[in-house]
């Protein structure tokens, strides 16, 4: 199967692509227009390999997309690429408007031209996979979960634009019959992670002996996914999704924030050696709240786990050792983000 990836050098495509060439055995065709959280370091097992071509471009730019559909001639087209940081997404709304929503159409388009000139076998086989959150089905309070059929309500520009694209792909297939899926996640976390976000941020702090921001009390809670999983479901519903679909992914690890980064700072204080504060957890401080910050996100997985016989593989705290482990043997990758400007100041303070 050769597989169009949008976004493969994020975080979640990196490792999109590193499992789709090196376990599944696919070919791959990596696009990607290489804003800030995307790092070709991430996929350096899969320079020189046939199977795998990286192409630098903007989803949005129509022509360019287009004769890429013509030249590769892809089986399936998995789309990743997103602005995804809600903080981010405050300050700078432009560009999740732009990547998420308009970039989707572009993408969309042209997979629909490309796939109405397919032959009858050929169309029939084209799938179309739009990854999105859990996020633009809003907050839940201390019980329920999120499923397939959960209304659309979201809270943050992110979420918003994120809904949107949603909207978006479930349109083309019911106007135009271009088979398109929707999954919908939780948080994912896991190895080679830009540092804005919780995880990563807090491990690098304590590495480095800075604070480690928690907003509000650190109360609101998120289903933990590691990101090895999430990628084994979007292979689960992209080779054997029904089209017009939504899959729910999640991984049944409801934590608070504030848990969560106490369990950080216990396994740092175990396996990292000449840390600058021990305990780590002395550096925990409470900061002002994110705005519209939702309280919890989880997700019923039920559709997937019994349609498509998927499971999560790791449980939260054998993943977190994983990550924190893969962190500390992998201070270069991090370093090199830093060194390129990235200061970790926070973002989406009004």
């Not at 995307?38 to 795998?52: F, H, I, K, Q, V």
């Not at 995804?84 to 709304?93: A, G, L």
């Not at 271009?178 to 939780?186: A, D, E, G, N, R």
Request: negative net charge; hydrophobic residues 40%; aromatic residues 10%.
């Amino acid at each position: 199967m050769k597989v169009l990836v949008t976004g493969g050098a994020g975080f979640i495509g990196s490792a999109v692509c590193r499992n789709l060439v090196l376990q599944k055995h696919c070919t791959v065709v990596n696009v990607d227009k290489l804003t800030y959280a995307a790092n070709p370091a991430s996929l350096t097992a899969l320079e020189g390999r046939e199977d795998y071509t990286f192409i630098k471009v903007d989803i949005c730019d129509r022509d360019t997309i287009r004769a890429i559909f013509e030249q590769h001639r892809p089986d399936a087209v998995l789309h990743l690429a997103a602005e995804s940081h809600v903080d981010r997404s405050i300050d700078s709304p432009d560009a999740f408007i732009q990547s998420n929503i308009v970039g989707t159409y572009e993408l969309l388009q042209a997979a629909h031209i490309y796939w109405r000139e397919l032959h009858a076998d050929a169309q029939q086989a084209f799938r179309f996979l739009h990854v999105s959150t859990d996020e633009v089905y809003g907050s839940l309070g201390e019980d329920g979960e999120f499923n397939e059929s959960s209304p659309y309500s979201p809270n943050s520009p992110y979420s918003a634009s994120k809904a949107a694209s949603d909207h978006l792909a479930h349109a083309w297939w019911e106007t135009y019959g271009l088979p398109v899926m929707v999954s919908t996640c939780t948080n994912n976390y896991g190895p080679y992670q830009f540092p804005e976000k919780l995880i990563p941020r807090m491990i690098i702090n304590a590495l480095e002996g800075r604070q480690l921001p928690v907003y509000g009390q650190g109360l609101n809670r998120r289903d933990w996914l590691h990101v090895e999983d999430h990628v084994e479901a979007l292979y689960a519903i992209l080779t054997r999704g029904r089209p017009g679909q939504t899959y729910a992914i999640g991984a049944n690890s409801d934590c608070s924030n504030i848990a969560l980064v106490e369990k950080l700072c216990a396994l740092l204080d175990e396996m990292a050696d000449g840390l600058p504060v021990q305990p780590t957890a002395e550096l925990i401080s409470f900061v002002t709240d994110r705005p519209g910050h939702d309280f919890r996100y989880a997700i019923d997985a039920h559709k997937i786990t019994t349609e498509l016989g998927w499971r999560p593989q790791y449980d939260l705290d054998e993943g977190l050792r994983q990550v924190v482990q893969w962190y500390l043997d992998n201070r270069e990758w991090w370093n090199a983000i830093g060194e390129n400007g990235y200061d970790g100041q926070r973002l989406g303070v009004i």
